[in-house]
Structures are given as C-alpha cells and as structure tokens.
T-cell receptor
Framework: KQEVTQIPAALSVPEGENLVLNCSFT??????LQWFRQDPGKGLTSLLL?????REQTSGRLNASLDKSSGRSTLYIAASQPGDSATYLC???????????FGEGTQLTVNP | SQTIHQWPATLVQPVGSPLSLECTVE??????LYWYRQAAGRGLQLLFY??????ISSEVPQNLSASRPQDRQFILSSKKLLLSDSGFYLC????????????FGPGTRLLVL
C-alpha cells in the first residue's frame, strides 16, 4: 500500500526566503506526482504535475523535482511571498489506476 | 471552460439525520468523478469514484453512499449521520481516459453534532 509522507507538517518563514517542501513515498511504481495548494476552507488547486519519466517541472517561482528511485519529491518556492501562505499537498497517481494518494500536507506561513 | 460546483458550502446536521451533498460539473462530458473526505489533522481520503452513470466504486467501508444519476452529477448520501462523518468533503473530476490532474470543487464543510 502506497504511503505518502510530507515533512515538515508546518513551516513559518519570513517573506523573501527560498524554501523547500518535502514529500516521500514508499512505492516507486507511480504514474505521476502532483503538488496541490489548498487555501483554508477551500478546494485544491493543482500547481505542478510531474510524469514518472520526468525529473522536474517549473512554473514561475515554483520548481518540483521527482526522484523515483529514492521515493522523494521536493517543491521549491523561490522568493516566498505572504500570498504563498497555504497548505501544500503532494499526491501520487498509481500506474495501475487513477487513484490519487495524498500526503497530509505542509502548512506554510510566510510572514511579511 | 470547465467548472465544478458543490452544494451546500457548509452544513450542520444532528447525529442520525440524513445527508445529501451534490456535485456538478460543467463544460465537459463523460468525466471521471471522485468524492474525497478531509478530516481534521488527516490527509484526503478517497471515498468513491465513478467512471460513468450508475457506476460507483467504493474505496472504504463506511456509513456513506454515492450515486451518479446523470453524466455530470455526483451525489454523496447517508441515511443516518455519525459524529465521525464530520469533515470537509471534496468532489473532483478528471477527463476520462487521460491520466492527468484531477480538478477539485470548492468543498462542503459538514459538522455533525
């Protein structure tokens, strides 16, 4: 059974700092990995999707990497802003179906 | 463009009462549809998914059921709510046949008292 762990559970940083969120998974047989953002009381917004054959994806100040062999993914946020404050969720899609397995998320607070 | 709606946004119900949450998708056809629950301090748990009208797969045994009476409508129900049914319920859709991202609705917050 796939297990997804996100560390840290919560993170507070000053504005402008670069930061890294971590996601680890136990089964490397994945089809893709996604990073989502969730604002309090809201639904999820997809940020980046990395196919299993890819190593990284970039969108603006966000960069996500994938290392299947070690079961790890990182989300790098450059020059953080208060508007980046949210919970960030990592999710894996299995090769054999469309199930998404989520981590419990990292709650990020960027202080002005 | 596609949009996904959930209704109601917030719901407070007594234990033992029935439940009906609705999810509708616009701007696409034949989507795969999903119901997730997010309990406090826990990650998202997939409850049900559907690949077509009347086709429901249950992921975990529980007090809830799902139905898909129309192509773009997905309903989550319960005959008698439990305290443990409290949580944030999210509906999502994905293009059928494509293993790409799922698109999530705004969610329904359910509090069972």
């Amino acid at each position: 059974k796939q297990e997804v762990t996100q560390i840290p559970a919560a993170l507070s940083v000053p504005e402008g700092e670069n930061l890294v969120l971590n996601c680890s998974f136990t089964d490397s047989a994945i089809y893709n990995l996604q990073w989502f953002r969730q604002d309090p009381g809201k639904g999820l917004t997809s940020l980046l999707l990395i196919q299993s054959s890819q190593r990284e994806q970039t969108s603006g100040r966000l960069n996500a990497s994938l290392d299947k062999s070690s079961g790890r993914s990182t989300l790098y946020i450059a020059a953080s802003q208060p508007g980046d404050s949210a919970t960030y969720l990592c999710a894996l899609q299995e090769t054999s179906g469309s199930r998404l397995t989520f981590g419990e998320g990292t709650q990020l607070t960027v202080n002005p | 463009s596609q949009t996904i709606h959930q209704w109601p946004a917030t719901l407070v119900q007594p234990v033992g009462s029935p439940l009906s949450l609705e999810c509708t998708v616009e701007g696409t056809s034949n989507p795969n549809l999903y119901w997730y629950r997010q309990a406090a301090g826990r990650g998202l748990q997939l409850l049900f998914y559907s690949v077509g009208i009347g086709q429901i797969s249950s992921e975990v045994p529980q007090n809830l059921s799902a139905s898909r009476p129309q192509d773009r409508q997905f309903i989550l129900s319960s005959k008698k709510l439990l305290l443990s049914d409290s949580g944030f319920y999210l509906c999502a859709w994905r293009h059928r046949g494509r293993r790409e991202t799922q698109y999530f609705g705004p969610g329904t917050r359910l509090l069972v008292l």
